[in-house]
Every structure is written in structure tokens, then in C-alpha cells.
């Protein structure tokens, strides 16, 4: 039997967790894990609940809950050699998609029980780990925005950016990486590890987890229309032939503005330095992910995930967690 430590968030995302518990035990039960369960009382508390999950020699540590969640388990497991798997229960659950998780916790954790565990990277921006994206401009400020609301969820994030795309005004700011200087007035700058912000919003469709670099993605500011077909080509997977962005990748790199101002890091906001020092931790996390994963193809794989968010919500109806 494996030993399993279950870490739970009562409060992610938009649905109870009532009943959830028992549900995941009995599922990995019947592989072969021997799970415990405790539920977060706060932030941080995660990281505290992982760190103690190895020093007490688990083999495998699970996050039930949003990005912020995962964030904070994993960057209690991040250089161990216990591997961390997610069931999705957040607004967003960029990196569970990245992963190919299904937004159903039953088959979630199935992926868990396949025993799938791959050495995968994460991102440091200033000694302060990220999974799935890190990012400064007008997502950061949406981030922000969104963590004021009173609700979660999908509409809930599209009225936060409508709202703040009003009275947004773009910041220059200098890039240094792969021994090139670029200063630019930017929309956004999102660096990224995994290829989605979440809710299958691809900010860098073709990133890898594991190859060591991360995905830099440039939106140079520009008209609202420019706007509107950035977010058309954030959800169809077009975003590399958008003439107002610019990507590369890099192990590492500096940003630099005129001031501090805010970030996001896997979505939850935060005030960061005027001076930004990114680099990516290659094999860094072990992370259960699905064994079946297709090269990402534009409109064909966002059309896949919203089709298997669909079937996840009506078997919420059936099995509500």
C-alpha cells in the first residue's frame, strides 16, 4: 500500500466538497493507496501539510482544489521525490489541463491510479515558484480584479477582464534573455510552464513541462480590435500567428519596469519587484499526468476540452461534489 496524503481545499472553485473525500479514498483505495486526508484552513497551510507529508515518508501527496492549491502543494514537494497528483477543483485548473486530467474527479483519479509520474519543470520568479504561468500586465491586473468578486467561475473571470480592459493602460518594460535586450510597451507579458492560463485559454499552446525552458509570450498593446482577436486566438490555439504577439522560449531571463507593481503567480495576485529574475528548474516536480497525450492542434484540441468539460458538468449533476 502506498501511503497517500489527500489535501483538500474546502473553499476552491465553485462547488462543495462535501462527500469528496470518501469518494477519492475508495477510488485509490482499490489500487493500492493507502490515503489520509486533511483539509487546508488557510494559505499557506498546504505547503505546511505537503512539507510534513515528507518528512513523514509518503509516496504520494494529492491536491484537491484550484491553481492556488496545486501551487501551494507543489511547492512543498518541489526537489522531493514524492510525486504530487491533482484532482481539478478550481475556476481555472490550468496546469490539471495542461496534464490532461479530466475535470471529472472520479477520472481524475483514475490518472492518479495509472501511475503515470513524470519528471516534469517548474518556474522560480524571484525565489517564488510557479507551475503553470507567471505573468505581468493586464492578466496580473485581471487577477487582481477577480480575487475582489464576491463569486468564482467561468462568467465571473470574463466580467473581471471586460472590466478592466476599459481603463487599462499598457507599461513598458525591458526583457533580457538569451543574451538579447528587448524593451517594449506591452499589453502583457505571461512566461509560462505549462500552455494554458486555465479554462482552455492557450497563452502558449506549444509549451512542454519538461524540456527545460519556459514559453515567453509577448501581446504588444494595440487597438481594441487587436484586443478582440487576441482573445479569439487565446481560445482557438492561434495565438503563435498573431501578429502583435511575440514568443520565445529561455531558461531563464530578467524583466524590468519602473516600478513594483502587480503579478500573478498561477493566478493568485500578488505585488511584485520592479526587477523580475525568472529561471526554470528542469525535473524539478514529480507529477502524475494522463499517459495519453496528443500533440496540441489549434481549434481541434480546444473544441476536445470544452466537449470534456461539457460531459464533466453533466456528471456534476449526477455526482455533485
Same mark, same amino acid.
Given at each position: 500500500m502506498e501511503r497517500t496524503l489527500l489535501i483538500i481545499n474546502p473553499i #476552491?472553485?465553485?462547488g462543495a466538497k462535501q462527500g469528496v473525500a470518501e469518494r477519492i479514498k475508495s477510488r485509490l483505495a482499490e489500487s493500492g493507496f493507502d490515503v489520509e486526508v486533511k483539509f487546508t484552513t488557510g494559505p499557506g497551510n498546504a505547503t505546511e501539510l505537503a512539507r510534513e507529508a515528507v518528512e513523514n515518508k509518503f509516496h504520494t501527496v494529492v491536491a484537491i482544489g484550484g491553481d492556488g492549491t496545486v501551487n501551494e502543494t507543489a511547492v512543498g514537494l518541489s526537489k522531493t521525490d514524492v510525486a504530487l497528483g491533482i484532482i481539478p477543483a478550481g475556476s481555472g485548473n490550468g496546469l490539471a489541463r495542461h496534464l490532461n486530467i479530466p475535470m471529472d474527479i472520479d477520472r481524475a483519479a483514475d490518472i492518479i491510479a495509472q501511475r503515470n509520474i513524470v519528471d516534469c519543470d517548474y518556474g522560480e520568479v524571484n525565489h517564488r515558484p510557479f507551475f503553470c504561468t507567471f505573468g505581468v500586465g493586464f492578466d496580473a491586473a485581471v487577477s487582481h480584479r477577480f480575487a475582489k468578486q464576491n463569486r468564482r467561475g467561468k462568467m465571473m473571470y470574463i466580467k473581471s477582464a471586460i472590466d478592466e480592459y476599459l481603463n487599462y493602460n499598457p507599461q513598458e518594460y525591458t526583457?533580457?534573455?538569451n543574451g538579447k535586450v528587448l524593451t517594449e510597451k506591452a499589453f502583457l507579458i505571461a512566461v509560462c510552464n505549462a500552455s494554458q492560463y486555465g479554462n482552455n485559454a492557450y497563452i502558449a499552446p506549444q509549451a #512542454?513541462?519538461?524540456d527545460g525552458l519556459l514559453d515567453f509570450t509577448i501581446v504588444h498593446a494595440g487597438t481594441p480590435a487587436d484586443a478582440a482577436a487576441f482573445g479569439i486566438d487565446l481560445m482557438?490555439?492561434?495565438?503563435?500567428k498573431n501578429v502583435m504577439i511575440h514568443t520565445f522560449r529561455a531558461p531563464a531571463a530578467v524583466i524590468t519596469r519602473n516600478s513594483d507593481g502587480p503579478a500573478h503567480i498561477d493566478g493568485e495576485p500578488l505585488i511584485m519587484d520592479k526587477a523580475m529574475y525568472?529561471?526554470?528548474?528542469?525535473?524539478?516536480?514529480?507529477?502524475?499526468? #494522463?499517459?495519453?497525450? #496528443?500533440?496540441?492542434k489549434p481549434i481541434v484540441t480546444p473544441i476536445k476540452s470544452l466537449f470534456n468539460d461539457f460531459v464533466a458538468d453533466i456528471n456534476k449533476l449526477f455526482k455533485p461534489i
Amino acid at each position: 500500500m502506498e501511503r497517500t496524503l489527500l489535501i483538500i481545499n474546502p473553499i #476552491s472553485g465553485t462547488g462543495a466538497k462535501q462527500g469528496v473525500a470518501e469518494r477519492i479514498k475508495s477510488r485509490l483505495a482499490e489500487s493500492g493507496f493507502d490515503v489520509e486526508v486533511k483539509f487546508t484552513t488557510g494559505p499557506g497551510n498546504a505547503t505546511e501539510l505537503a512539507r510534513e507529508a515528507v518528512e513523514n515518508k509518503f509516496h504520494t501527496v494529492v491536491a484537491i482544489g484550484g491553481d492556488g492549491t496545486v501551487n501551494e502543494t507543489a511547492v512543498g514537494l518541489s526537489k522531493t521525490d514524492v510525486a504530487l497528483g491533482i484532482i481539478p477543483a478550481g475556476s481555472g485548473n490550468g496546469l490539471a489541463r495542461h496534464l490532461n486530467i479530466p475535470m471529472d474527479i472520479d477520472r481524475a483519479a483514475d490518472i492518479i491510479a495509472q501511475r503515470n509520474i513524470v519528471d516534469c519543470d517548474y518556474g522560480e520568479v524571484n525565489h517564488r515558484p510557479f507551475f503553470c504561468t507567471f505573468g505581468v500586465g493586464f492578466d496580473a491586473a485581471v487577477s487582481h480584479r477577480f480575487a475582489k468578486q464576491n463569486r468564482r467561475g467561468k462568467m465571473m473571470y470574463i466580467k473581471s477582464a471586460i472590466d478592466e480592459y476599459l481603463n487599462y493602460n499598457p507599461q513598458e518594460y525591458t526583457i533580457s534573455a538569451n543574451g538579447k535586450v528587448l524593451t517594449e510597451k506591452a499589453f502583457l507579458i505571461a512566461v509560462c510552464n505549462a500552455s494554458q492560463y486555465g479554462n482552455n485559454a492557450y497563452i502558449a499552446p506549444q509549451a #512542454s513541462i519538461t524540456d527545460g525552458l519556459l514559453d515567453f509570450t509577448i501581446v504588444h498593446a494595440g487597438t481594441p480590435a487587436d484586443a478582440a482577436a487576441f482573445g479569439i486566438d487565446l481560445m482557438t490555439g492561434y495565438i503563435n500567428k498573431n501578429v502583435m504577439i511575440h514568443t520565445f522560449r529561455a531558461p531563464a531571463a530578467v524583466i524590468t519596469r519602473n516600478s513594483d507593481g502587480p503579478a500573478h503567480i498561477d493566478g493568485e495576485p500578488l505585488i511584485m519587484d520592479k526587477a523580475m529574475y525568472i529561471q526554470c528548474n528542469h525535473g524539478g516536480i514529480k507529477l502524475y499526468a #494522463s499517459p495519453k497525450n #496528443s500533440d496540441f492542434k489549434p481549434i481541434v484540441t480546444p473544441i476536445k476540452s470544452l466537449f470534456n468539460d461539457f460531459v464533466a458538468d453533466i456528471n456534476k449533476l449526477f455526482k455533485p461534489i
